[in-house]
């Protein structure tokens, strides 16, 4: 299991990789990348080697002079992150995507969909509650309540308010999972890549779906002010062939499945949900 939530944790690394792989030098010669991926397995440490290697690996093909790229797992460090390295494209989760687009004026270029990221669809899963209902009232276990306003306007869409539970406010993915398994919490909130591990989970035969959300826009290739126009159009037209010929293998081996160009009309429906 170990070797699979590991994968799961480098894969938007090896996104960003790709991505830096399609790119040309900048004027200074310097492109910063920022890889926010909140509640992902695993800590930025196991990610950052993989970045760096690739990033090496792009600088030495394209001659760029310099080129950084940066995992981080908290909206804190990747705020601290942008102010200092003036970032022109990043690779966000839904969630901080939507905290973090209108203080720095992000503009969606593409979008990365992995079966190993998670974070497309929510599930309320219980061992003995046969419904939503039944876990009204109960505790309610997960690491995603830290987003209140995320979970309450674009998971639930108006289905449930957290203060509709007794709230475990866990930090390790898999943690909610164990917690239903020895009956401290009757249900839990997780995403999809939580939901896939499951039978991974000793004494989790029992678990089951009580509810779950509508399907949720995937992870976010977006610009940062700091991008030039013309760099940014050249960076956006190229996504689609990042998995293909020499990518292909690399992007099978973490569950990328969709690397593409895409605009904000694609994620008006959640922007709106999310509000101001």
């Given at each position: 299991?170990?070797q699979?939530?590991r994968?799961?944790?480098?894969?938007?690394?090896?996104?960003l990789s790709?991505?830096?792989?399609?790119?040309?030098?900048?004027?200074?010669?310097?492109?910063a990348?920022?890889v926010?991926?909140?509640?992902?397995?695993?800590?930025?440490?196991?990610?950052?080697?993989?970045?760096?290697r690739?990033?090496?690996?792009?600088?030495k093909?394209n001659?760029?002079e310099?080129?950084?790229?940066?995992?981080?797992?908290?909206r804190?460090a990747?705020?601290?992150?942008?102010?200092?390295a003036?970032?022109?494209?990043?690779i966000?989760?839904?969630?901080?995507?939507l905290?973090?687009?209108?203080?720095?004026?992000?503009?969606v270029?593409?979008?990365?969909?992995?079966?190993?990221?998670?974070?497309?669809?929510y599930?309320?899963?219980?061992?003995?509650a046969?419904?939503?209902?039944g876990?009204?009232?109960?505790?309610?276990?997960?690491?995603?309540?830290?987003d209140?306003?995320?979970?309450?306007r674009?998971?639930?869409?108006?289905?449930?308010k957290?203060?509709?539970f007794?709230?475990?406010?866990?930090?390790?993915?898999?943690q909610s999972?164990?917690?239903i398994v020895?009956?401290e919490?009757?249900?839990?909130?997780?995403?999809?890549?939580q939901?896939?591990e499951?039978q991974?989970?000793?004494?989790?035969?029992?678990i089951h779906?009580?509810?779950?959300?509508?399907?949720l826009p995937?992870?976010?290739?977006?610009?940062?002010?700091?991008?030039?126009?013309?760099e940014?159009k050249?960076?956006?037209?190229?996504?689609?062939?990042?998995?293909?010929?020499?990518?292909r293998?690399?992007?099978a081996?973490?569950?990328?499945y969709?690397?593409?160009?895409?605009?904000?009309?694609?994620?008006?429906?959640i922007?709106?949900?999310?509000?101001?």
């Amino acid at each position: 299991m170990y070797q699979r939530l590991r994968r799961t944790t480098v894969a938007a690394a090896i996104a960003l990789s790709l991505l830096l792989a399609t790119r040309g030098r900048t004027e200074t010669g310097d492109i910063a990348i920022l890889v926010l991926k909140e509640h992902g397995v695993g800590s930025p440490s196991l990610a950052q080697p993989y970045v760096d290697r690739f990033v090496a690996l792009a600088a030495k093909r394209n001659g760029w002079e310099a080129a950084k790229g940066q995992y981080l797992s908290s909206r804190s460090a990747a705020s601290s992150f942008i102010k200092t390295a003036g970032p022109h494209y990043g690779i966000l989760s839904l969630p901080a995507f939507l905290a973090l687009r209108e203080p720095h004026r992000l503009e969606v270029l593409g979008r990365v969909a992995s079966t190993l990221a998670g974070g497309e669809q929510y599930f309320i899963v219980s061992k003995t509650a046969t419904d939503l209902a039944g876990c009204t009232g109960q505790s309610l276990a997960s690491d995603h309540t830290d987003d209140p306003r995320f979970i309450e306007r674009v998971v639930a869409r108006g289905e449930f308010k957290l203060a509709n539970f007794k709230l475990i406010q866990n930090q390790r993915p898999l943690q909610s999972i164990k917690q239903i398994v020895s009956g401290e919490a009757t249900c839990a909130l997780i995403d999809d890549a939580q939901l896939s591990e499951l039978q991974r989970v000793p004494d989790a035969a029992d678990i089951h779906v009580v509810w779950r959300s509508k399907k949720l826009p995937p992870m976010t290739v977006v610009a940062f002010p700091s991008a030039p126009a013309a760099e940014r159009k050249s960076f956006q037209s190229k996504l689609r062939d990042v998995c293909d010929e020499d990518g292909r293998t690399a992007c099978a081996e973490v569950g990328i499945y969709a690397l593409e160009s895409a605009n904000a009309s694609d994620y008006a429906e959640i922007v709106t949900a999310y509000g101001r």
